[in-house]
């Protein structure tokens, strides 16, 4: 894969894979189906719904899981940056995928108060606000 040549990922995994770190993603949320994904998910919430379905709604989520953490060396689909990782998935979005800052804030709390250590907001054309 190309894009992990392109930042040096191969080299990074002689000394770290991720074990024990969970990367909560902000986003559209994540198919927890996706064999790429399977036993990398720990428990999320879907901000939009206040609910905890944190199902996909767009494909984009699942897009950026799959590159921070999928299972990698099973002959499926991709190989990760941090295989040993765990995603945690946090809806932001509504249902044609627009997020709001209060809920980006909310999430960013949350992920950190249960236990990520990383955060990953990736989406483009917003303003600036202070809350996040």
Avoid: C
């Avoid at 060396?73 to 979005?93: C, D, Y």
């Avoid at 809920?103 to 250590?117: C, K, V």
């Amino acid at each position: 894969s190309w894009h992990l040549e392109q930042i040096g990922t191969p080299g990074a995994w002689d000394s770290v894979q991720g074990d024990g770190i969970v990367i909560a993603i902000l986003d559209t949320g994540v198919d927890a189906s996706h064999p790429d994904l399977q036993g990398q998910l720990v428990p999320g919430w879907n901000f939009y719904n206040g609910d905890s379905d944190t199902s996909d709604i767009h494909g984009h989520g699942t897009s950026v899981a799959g590159t921070a953490a999928a299972s990698s060396n099973n002959s499926l689909g991709v190989a990760s940056v941090s295989f040993q990782s765990k995603i945690m998935p946090m809806r932001i979005t509504d249902d044609n995928g627009y997020g709001y800052y209060s809920l980006i804030s909310q999430a960013i709390i949350s992920a950190a108060d249960n236990g990520a250590r990383v955060v990953n907001v990736s989406f483009h054309n917003v303003s600036l606000s202070s809350s996040v």
